[in-house]
DNA sequence: CGGATCGAC
DNA sequence: CTATGTCGATCCG
């Protein structure tokens, strides 16, 4: 195999700095020949049916004759039951068989049915578009695919410690420790229409988070059912938080029950190893909470999260910072295995859940190793984001940055009834989520000004009707004035559940901080502001940190350009209070490029775009030097700076606006001003926009200059993909890095 | 922008 | 009898 190789692969090795002949064998041993490169523009299926988020016509499908009621079954509900921890050699078929009878013929069933063969048709068109790629001459793009692989590889980062640790049953352990007669009995907390979580013995049965209660019984009659107990969880989440301050203070928590700590810093001062550390760390956890958490050690975020599920529960798993570790890691995994988080800006982006693990099944590709095999279908198959996401993910490259503060970005509340609402109980209803979303917005101090209403018909049809409102507001009046227009829209059926939420948030006040007093440290304090989402089943839900945002004094836009030193002995973000100890100076210019960046091109994802349009040297990095390291230090793009300032224009605009919003009885002058408010505002929106779209220049249209095709929107990417095609040569566009 | 869908906890 | 609540992200028209 190693002996056919082509042209571009010998490239790909030079270049490569990672060269390792044994992994490389690996990752192209599919490949074979490349002759020639046929012009295939017409008959191509047309690339971007997407991983997820396909909306497309759903139609009444000519129903299919059901393939197997007991199919549907295993598929969408027994799925989990196998997946998860704890749920080895069980009896599946008696655990399906049971939910099957207790489901069949439900409005449940039927609608877990019907988006079953929405899914089986986006299958089939797949595969339509699969077959019709396989008798052409797949590797005509090779050379770009690998090109991008590449381009991944050079950015995996062996050079720090990620530990993901993640705690044991956490509900049912929790309420294990605290009624011990509950040790070694089946239980689940929730009630008897929901279970958030169960306990491993409860697993046994099939018993599993997700599941009703009454499902559960009938799998596990012993099995007792605990109501929730929010708060618990979050002193002993707030607990074990401190616990891991201790290792990484800007350790990166991802819900209640875990988080991922980078402690690479800390081992350089302890002597000890990544895995006694590790272990150390859930010998405190047990010590202080008496719970059991598991953990996985790797060199980025994915890695570790797959691994904390290896050895769970109360165990840990350990893989070496090594490439060919890595690849023999990944190659076998199940691709259903692949989680989140793997790049530091987006909290969550895609992962490989039922859906999408059925839709690569269906390209025979179950493994990690299947993703590198048919990675030229992929890439023909599917958009460019999720190829980026399938061929990082096998590759077991991830993010070894852990995440900056994510904010918060929409806030709701959602109720299912006791019993199903008429129409005419609607408003009543709508009235008290409105109260309930209030008193959520006043947590978070924030406004928001597009609304969303969601309903589920009885049927259990699900559908949401926004609007974009002219102002921002958080009022439980001003929610229920504008979502009543939404819901009396609406045809009147009867409901099970109805729900409001608030998006495009933005502070309410625009208190001006000192911003002096901030940069100071507070060692030790492990100030870690990311905002979590809670679930619970009880009402008393929502938990929150307060974000205290550094309203950005605009005092320090230049700073000096020293030599610097390699290792910072303290610093902290100005941006995101992230703190730093003993860190390399290098690293922490990455964070700040990352903390940047992120509120600069919220939804840019492609450093190619703006290297490629920002020829400005200066754009692109931010440096600090030590004697700024105290006080501020963010020398960035004069564009952020403008972003930055109009941003804090808007707000002290909304202030205005916010008093008139209270000020509701004078009807006339309100709106007058809030008119007068919204304009302002826009045009400073517009602004603000047109400011991002000139920093990265997004090519609108393109036309090939060999054939005049034109192209909508085109990413590099897929011009190089055109141009492979059209031209006889290779032609990449190349961006600098 | 609005709406559907996927995925996680 | 009876199938949660909350959030982020992507994609398409
Ligand atoms: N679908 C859900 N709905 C509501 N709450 C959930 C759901 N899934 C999980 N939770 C809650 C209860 C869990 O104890 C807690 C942590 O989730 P998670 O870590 O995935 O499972 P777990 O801690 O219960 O078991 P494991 O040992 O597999 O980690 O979040
Ligand atoms: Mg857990
Ligand atoms: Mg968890
Ligand atoms: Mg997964």
Redesign the pocket.
Known sequence: MTETRFQEIDIFEVECEYANEAAYAYLFNSLHEIEEMEELQSPIPQT???????????TGIAEQPSEDAHEL?RR??GDLACNKAGMQGLDTEKINRI??E???G????EN?A??DT??SV?IEKLKERYETLKKRDIFTFAFTVDKIIQKYERERDLSRTIVHI?MDA?YASVEERDYPHLKNVPIAV?D??????SSYEARKYGVR???????A??LCPQLVIIPCHFDKYTAVSNKIREIFARYDPNFSP?????AYLDITNYLQITNKSPEEISQQIRNEIFEETKLTASAGIGANMLLA?IGSNINKPNGQHFLQKNYECIMEFMRNLPI??????L?A???????????????LGALDIKTCADIIDKRLYLYRL?????FN?FMRAALGIGSSITPIE????????????SSPIRPKDRLSKLRQLCE?LAT?LDK?NVSGK?L???F?E?S??????????NKYIHSADNLFHYSRQ?VEAEMPTDL??M?I?L???RPRDTEIKSGVKRYFPVIGSGSCKK???????G?K??E?VKTSKPTTSATNSRSKWHEVPAIAQFFKCPRCERQYINEKIAHINEHLDQCMINNAH??D?SNELIMKTNSDPTIGGSGITLDTLENVACGRTNEVICHQDSRTLIEILDEKDQQQHDGETVELLSTNVALKNVKKTRSL?NSSDTENILNVQQIITWECPKCQKNFNRPTLMRINTHLDVCLRKKVTLRSRR
């Open positions: 971007d049916n997407s991983n997820i988020g396909t909306s497309s016509s759903k079954v969408r509900m939910i099957y207790a489901t069949k439900t409005p449940f069933f877990e019907r988006k929405a899914v986006r993640d956490f929730g008897n229409m929901m279970l958030s979580t988070s997700a599941m009703p209660g009454f499902i019984m009938k991802v819900s209640l029950d875990e999260k259903r295995k692949v989680p989140a988080r790049s800006e987006k909290s969550n982006p895609a992962s490989i859940g039922k859906v999408t693990e059925r839709i599917f958009s460019e984001h999720s996401f994510i904010e918060r970005k929409s806030v709701g509340v959602s109720r299912t009834f309930l959520e978070e597009t969303s209403v969601v589920k009885v259990f049809r699900t559908f949401t009707r926004a609007r974009t409102i939404i099970r559940l729900g939420r998006t495009k948030l905002i979590c989402s809670g679930s619970s089943n009402k839900s929502v929150s919220p939804n994802n929106e």
